[in-house]
């Protein structure tokens, strides 16, 4: 467990993102390999494509960002501009959803039927956890 969340953890942090995204990313695999019960041959054949199906969906949403960005700091934007910048944004959960079902797929070769339905529930478990601590620091 600790190598593949080593390597994970490199690997992030390569790709340019910071290591307060590389120690989130980290923090969310422990997260699922502990409520899933992953097995050690589970977390070699599952994290590999887990984390290839998060790089997919993050390069999905910072095309979306960046275009958003390009809008935002030309000086006079056109209709179109605002146009395609919205239409990315909003085509992300579309794109997301059908990654997320491409992987379904690869996933359901490695877990458990339960581990696939403790999978969403322990990404939503993450991120509920992430925003209560952050609502509680603003306090």
């Known amino acids: 467990m600790v190598l593949v969340l080593a390597v994970t953890t490199v690997a992030v942090a390569q790709n340019g993102r910071t290591k307060f995204a590389a120690d989130m990313y980290q923090a969310k695999h422990e997260m699922i390999i502990k409520e899933l019960g992953l097995t050690q041959t589970q977390q070699k ?5 887990y984390e290839q199906m998060e ?9 979306a960002r960046m275009l958003a960005n390009e809008v935002e700091k030309k000086k006079n934007p056109t209709d179109r501009d605002y146009e395609a910048a919205a ?7 579309i794109q997301e959803g059908e990654i997320e079902a491409k992987y379904f797929e690869k996933f359901s070769k490695i877990l458990t039927k339960k581990q696939l339905f403790q ?21």
């Open 55 to 63: 790089r997919e969906i993050y390069q999905v949403n910072r095309t």
């Open 87 to 93: 239409s990315a944004l909003s085509n992300t959960r």
């Open 119 to 139: 999978l969403k529930q322990a990404e939503a478990k993450f991120t509920r956890e992430m925003l209560s601590k952050k609502k509680n620091k603003k306090k």
């Open 45 to 49: 054949q599952f994290m590999p494509v």
